[in-house]
């Protein structure tokens, strides 16, 4: 994190960026293996240890796969063990996967990727740019997991952390045997000398491995020879999740616990101006109650329940927001920006101004409204934090772990890296909002203030919907010109908050100049139009906006993919014979995707058999074209969703049944925004504060999605998101073929009852 | 106050008035019954009072008679029910951090209605949240553990 700083704001923004860190940092530094944390640990004075590499660790109970990303619902600590015990040969049966420590060794190499130009450009320069992007982000060093990055971030590394692995465990054997390494094999966590049949495991030659140095990045096997990538494994997680014994934040247990709250000012960056805590503090079990800075307390206790009520007892008033009050002065704050000059200028070409003044009564233009959203993870944000002996200790689930143990380093200067521990536990769901590091911070000031006791400080679900980053809201103003079968002009004006910004006054992170993700998804588009320019506005609030699943995506498929089909109804066109003619030649992936959606449903239009409503969309978000189509009808009860199917195109499928579940679950979590979503502000304050005000779909209201999975892409992919921003335009469209009534504003219960 | 939870004799001294998932998860420890929202809309913290599922976070310890069980109660991770095996063949969980309460749901269900319907599905489990958007494998493990307990 601290080298990013370092990078100027104009190198981060442009793909040159990568030449730029190849000179900076020298490409020689950048070939150097990274260290391995685990030699460090507190695991590594165990007996018997021996780590061959960051992602392994050898003892007497097994080999451990350090799974550095943070397993959150989305089984990628089995799809990166997976990839380790196919170059490794591990009995699947036996592999236990950790998260790990924090550590800059475990960066994403491909978080740059994204702004290293179109993700649908797979010519050589395009590659060539992407790969160069590598070294900027190892130096870099960011241990995240989010954007749909962690499969293809690991797919070679974790194969070559496997073989290379397998390299020095075989030639510590053939020394044991005195044999030639090459005629040795492995299996099931053993090398195996096939002349005699002698067998040594993993366990007994890892310390002699341990000091043989071997390739870091030997040859991979073949795919055809693939053993479990490509198949559906049984997940590591999986059984403990159905017995109660999978450990969340919420459940770790520390001797001599206490139990926290937080009670923290409803409106942003507002202050205490007055308060009494003498009531509170009276309270059955409450131990004490602490200001955090000027705007907040904790309370603590030692029941979580107590703690609570002593936090509904304190009386406080606090000062007014610095923003405006109600969501319709938040909405006009946005209208305003558009009078500003635009935040950036993307996918400009030829000159739509030319276009739109001869267009005459051909101009379509449309509005769209989109709110702002909470993550609302099922479990509340909680983190567990001890402060002892100069020693920190923080128990939670982290998407981001050395971002959080850089945010507690920065509150003391006797912190080091070897000082701060971050244990990440399994998360209770986390869709962007466990990157935010505020939970723990605030944590760590609290266990501060206990005598060396361990803390566990768990909001209540009123704390987390009212402390989100949220989504933010969003206004896009589209305007388009047909041709005879596709658009021949198409300007988009969007006006939303800047993530980057509102990050850079909470971390380390830079503030960009123009930020990509405002647009995303209106723009890298395989839309092969003639005359086009996207531009963008940021209306500044001390509002905390952040990573919601899919980012500028979850918002901009709607509002491109409505336009779309806004444009092609009216031409009276079918939107996807006019898709198909859009997209030309630019991604002949996305033409299958649709293709294949289309086929599954057996298309011929808006109107299905039976009097149901069909919506087409398609999003290229995170590198995987996703084309979707939903069935709608009416019932005496209101619109009920039918039906949605999917096709995906991830490049490689590394686990088919795993892949299901994430499309599925992106796609219940878009229509779950797109039907009820909203947070709204009264005086400043967040008005949604639970499950009834801002709802999650049920299992009644969830359509049968069936999910086709494809693997033309050029380069893999990863599918936690990329199901998200079609489902909602998909459900919109569907409802205008039922109903003739266009939505164009979310939720779209403000506007038909849904069943 | 004597509680009976997964056939353990448990005293307790608390106010009558803490909820029963605070007594669960902070003061006897069993930390397999999850906190989501405090108001009885999600449905994380289901336990079994006798075999009827109710919602811990919001009834009061103090009101509550009869034998809880918990998800701890339920199996054990050597011997797991029908439900559970059914949950883990189809590879139900995303995070699980509502998977405890779903099972307590469809374990109630199952009991009282051993070939549900999927309508029977949808008004038993209704008031189960589950964020990562597990219905399709639920409701699939529910229909798989309602054929493999008839076989049994």
Excluded at chain 1, 471 to 477: G, S
Aim: glycine residues 8%.
């Amino acid at each position: 994190m601290s080298t990013l700083g370092k990078i100027t704001r104009r190198t981060f923004m442009v793909a040159s960026v990568a030449v730029v860190g190849g000179v900076v940092f020298g490409t020689y530094k950048y070939k150097q293996a990274v260290p391995n944390p685990l030699l460090g640990s507190d695991d590594a004075a165990k007996p018997d240890f021996a780590s061959l590499n960051p992602y392994l660790k050898i003892d007497q109970n097994g080999v451990t796969v350090i799974t550095p990303r943070a397993e959150m619902g989305q089984g990628i600590h089995s799809t990166l063990a997976m990839l380790v015990a196919e170059e490794l040969d591990l009995d699947w049966k036996t592999i236990k996967t950790e998260h790990g420590p924090a550590s800059n060794s475990y960066y994403v190499g491909i978080m740059m990727e994204a702004m290293a130009g179109h993700m649908y450009d797979h010519s050589t320069k395009a590659n060539t740019i992407r790969d160069l992007t590598h070294i900027p982000a190892k130096f870099m060093g960011m241990q995240l997991t989010g954007g749909s990055m962690s499969t293809p971030d690991g797919f070679v590394k974790m194969r070559s952390a496997g073989a290379s692995a397998r390299l020095s465990l075989t030639l510590a054997a053939a020394k044991e045997w005195d044999v030639k390494a090459s005629t040795l094999k492995t299996d099931d966590g053993h090398v195996i000398n096939p002349a005699n049949g002698e067998k040594l495991a993993y366990t007994a030659l890892a310390v002699k491995a341990a000091a043989i140095e071997a390739p870091a990045e030997p040859p991979l096997r073949d795919p055809s020879q693939w053993r479990y990538l490509g198949k559906s494994m049984p997940r590591t997680d999986i059984p403990a999740k159905t017995n109660g014994t999978a450990e969340f934040a919420i459940d770790v247990k520390q001797a001599d616990m206490l139990h926290a709250t937080v009670k923290m000012s409803p409106r942003f960056g507002a202050d205490i101006k007055s308060s009494d805590t003498s009531k509170a503090e009276a309270m059955s079990g409450v131990d004490k109650i602490i200001q955090l800075d000027n705007n907040g307390f904790a309370i603590i206790a030692n029941n979580t329940w107590r703690a609570f009520k002593a936090a509904d007892a304190i009386e406080v008033e606090w000062d007014k927001a610095s923003y405006p009050e109600d969501t319709a002065g938040i909405f006009k704050a946005y209208e305003d920006s558009f009078k500003t000059e635009p935040n950036g200028t993307f996918d400009e070409k030829g000159d739509v101004e030319l276009v739109f003044a001869d267009a005459g009564g051909d101009l379509v233009e449309a509005e769209y409204r989109v709110p702002h959203l909470a993550h609302s993870t099922m479990e509340p944000m909680t983190a567990v934090a001890q402060v002892k002996d100069g020693r920190v200790d923080i128990w939670t689930g982290s998407q981001t772990p050395t971002g959080f143990r850089d945010a507690i380093m920065k509150l003391d200067e006797s912190l080091t890296e070897d000082n701060v521990h971050i244990h990440t536990t399994l998360l209770g769901g986390g869709f962007g909002r466990r990157s935010e590091t505020d939970f723990a911070v605030s944590a760590y000031k609290i266990a501060k203030q206990t005598n060396g006791k361990p803390v566990k400080v768990t909001w209540s679900r009123e704390e987390d919907m009212r402390h989100d980053f949220y989504r933010p809201a969003a206004i896009a103003r589209f305007k388009g010109v047909m041709g005879a079968k596709k658009p021949e002009a198409l300007d988009a004006q969007i006006a939303s908050p800047s993530i980057f910004l509102s990050m850079s006054k909470r971390s380390t992170m830079p503030a960009m100049g123009a930020d990509p993700l405002i647009a995303e998804g209106t723009t890298g588009q395989p839309d092969d139009i003639e005359n086009m320019r996207v531009r963008t506005y940021t209306p500044e609030l001390d509002i905390p906006v952040g990573f919601w699943r899919s980012v500028g995506a979850s918002y901009n498929g709607f509002v491109h993919e409505s336009f779309m089909d806004e444009l092609a109804a009216s031409k009276a066109l079918d939107p996807i014979a006019m898709r198909l003619e859009m997209f030309g030649d630019l991604a002949p992936t996305g033409n299958k995707v649709v293709e294949k959606v289309a086929e599954m449903a057996k298309w011929s239009g808006g109107k299905g058999a039976n009097g149901v409503g069909r919506g087409f969309a398609y999003t290229l978000s995170f590198g995987a074209h996703t084309a979707q189509i939903i069935d709608v009808s009416i019932t005496d009860r209101g619109i009920k969703i039918d039906k949605v199917y999917c096709a995906i195109d991830v490049g490689t499928a590394i686990d088919p049944r795993n892949i299901e579940a994430q499309v599925q679950s992106s796609i219940i979590y878009g229509l779950t925004s797109a039907m009820t979503g909203e947070i709204t502000f009264e005086n400043g304050e967040v008005v949604q504060s639970n499950y009834h005000d801002y709802p999650a779909m049920r299992i009644h209201e969830t359509p049968e999605i069936e999910v086709a999975i494809l693997e033309n892409n050029p380069r893999i992919t990863g599918v936690g998101e990329p199901g998200t921003p079609p489902s909602i335009p998909a459900l919109a469209n569907a409802i205008f073929a039922l109903t003739g009534k266009r939505i164009r504003e979310l939720p779209m219960n403000k506007h038909v009852d849904f069943i | 106050m004597k509680l009976n939870i997964n056939g353990n004799d448990h005293d307790i001294e608390v106010e009558a008035e803490m909820p029963l998932l605070w007594v669960l998860r902070d003061e006897v420890g069993l930390t397999g019954t999850k906190f989501g929202c405090g108001i009885a809309q999600c449905g994380a913290c289901t336990v079994h009072v006798d075999g009827q599922p109710i919602r811990s976070c919001s009834h009061p310890v103090g009101q509550i008679k009869g034998k809880i069980t918990t998800i701890e109660g339920l199996g054990s991770p050597d011997v797991m029910t029908k439900v559970q095996e059914a949950w883990i063949e189809h590879q139900t969980p995303q995070c699980g951090y509502c998977q405890s309460g779903q099972i307590m749901s469809a374990t109630a269900l199952l009991s009282a209605n051993p070939s549900p319907t999927d309508e029977d599905i949808d008004r038993a489990m209704a008031g189960n949240i589950c964020r990562c958007g597990a219905y399709p494998r639920i409701r699939a493990a529910i229909h798989a553990a309602a054929k493999s307990m008839k076989e049994a």
